[in-house]
């Protein structure tokens, strides 16, 4: 997919020749698709959301600038729909004060279409993913599911190079907190069990 | 080797950004400092997690979706772009139509009572009218600028203004990047 093949379907769409918005949609639904699903977490929500991403990618297709990477653009639309959506969710902005103070809670919730082969992996990924505010989970999406670098990531989020290098620190720190938390669950749970047990086999 | 600093550099070398010096560096910290090693170990869990990211598949009907609601959206803004020509044109027609009717009006002797109403109402929009053109020549003359000249300027002010109203009105309707060719095209490509 190289860039002439791009201006060239970009500069079709603006003439109206749907044929090519429909090689960009076919060329770009997958990343699209992938983002808002690991943004928002399910299905449903991401086919809106890509749905719309696209719908707004046509009708802002003349004030698209050539100079830019195509599909860094496709992805902010995409970024910016998806962490409205999460603000929408939540009914508030996120302030600072909440962001420090965002706590992981574990999540019981069945997720019937995340049963393929590595259920438990994936359900500590999604709780990884879940645990992050709107502009923390965006980088870690970014940076791990579409692979790019900060560079990119900056053009895609609109922060600059040394935000985006915070932030990943920042969710990293959050996430490895998340790991602490679950690890102090996991031994509380166990040790509750072992005494229960006893109490158990006391009564008897 | 702060421990803030530290930290900053584990993030770093997930992203396989530091050089070899600097991660003995930052080897060499850890191995100090047992809350950071501690953190290290827990950072690198979270992110193998994410070492091979499984991608979804988007459904295979999204993007005859997506193209439906985009002709949908031409649809609607072919519609729009109509309809508003369609009131201008309208208004210009009604507006030179104004003119003989007026002066028809001037002319006519006193018939019935709503023809005389109408003469008022074609009165009074003249007597502003007037009042309005007076006003533009005294502060032509007030300007001590010759008449003619003004009123060219006035009109082509006017006609200026309207157009650029126009351009507004019916560039609104076109956000979607269809020039009044395309759409035509369009619509060719649509019926076959």
């Known amino acids: ?5 791009e201006r060239e379907w970009v500069l079709g769409a603006r003439e109206g020749d749907q044929e090519c918005f429909g090689n960009l949609v076919q060329a770009f639904q997958g990343p699209v698709y992938n983002l808002a699903y690991r943004m928002l977490g399910n299905s449903a929500e991401a086919e809106d959301a890509a749905q719309e991403t696209f719908l707004r990618v046509y009708r802002r297709l003349d004030s698209y600038d050539p100079q830019r990477k195509l ?6 639309i995409a970024s910016h729909y998806c962490i409205d959506c999460l603000r929408k969710r939540r009914g508030v902005m996120v302030s600072m004060e909440e962001i420090n103070s965002w706590r992981w809670v574990p999540d019981d919730r069945p997720k019937p ?3 393929v082969m590595d259920v438990e992996a994936s359900d500590a990924m999604r709780q990884m993913l879940d645990g992050l505010p709107p502009q923390y989970r965006l980088v870690i999406v970014l940076r791990y599911w579409q692979d790019l670098s900060y560079a990119e990531i900056s053009e895609v989020t609109g922060a600059s190079i040394s935000a985006v290098k915070s932030r990943l620190h920042r969710a990293r720190q959050m996430m490895a907190t998340q790991v602490k938390e679950s690890e102090q669950y996991q031994v509380q749970h166990t040790t509750e069990r072992r005494e229960s047990v ?3 086999s006391r009564s008897f | 080797m702060r421990c803030h600093e530290a930290s900053e550099w584990m993030s770093l070398r997930l992203d396989g950004l530091l050089d070899a010096q600097e991660k003995r560096m930052l080897d060499a910290h850890l191995g100090t400092c047992t809350s950071c090693r501690a953190e290290w170990e827990r950072m690198s869990v979270a992110c193998a997690l994410f070492a091979q990211p499984a991608m979804v598949a988007p459904p295979g009907d999204m993007q005859s979706r997506i193209m ?3 002709s949908r959206y031409n649809a609607r803004v072919r519609l729009v772009r109509r309809v508003l020509l369609g009131f201008l044109a309208v208004l210009i027609g009604g507006a030179l139509m ?5 002066e028809t009006l001037q002319h006519t002797s006193h018939s019935a009572n709503w023809l005389e109403g109408a003469r008022e109402a074609a009165r009074v929009m003249l007597a502003a009218g007037g009042t309005l053109v007076q006003s533009l020549l005294l502060m032509v003359d007030a300007a ?3 008449p003619a000249w003004a009123l060219a300027g006035a009109y082509a002010l006017l006609i200026g203004g309207l157009a650029a109203v126009w351009m507004r009105l019916v560039s609104r309707a076109q956000r979607g990047a269809l020039g009044p060719t395309t759409a035509a095209r369009q619509r060719l490509t649509g019926r076959s």
């Open chain 1, 71 to 76: 599909s860094s653009w496709i992805l902010s």
């Open chain 2, 98 to 102: 104004m003119a003989p009717v007026l």
């Open chain 1, 198 to 200: 006893n109490a158990l």
């Open chain 1, 1 to 5: 997919m190289g860039a002439d093949q």
């Open chain 1, 113 to 115: 279409e995340e049963r």
């Open chain 2, 68 to 70: 439906t609601r985009v």
């Open chain 2, 144 to 146: 001590a600028f010759a």
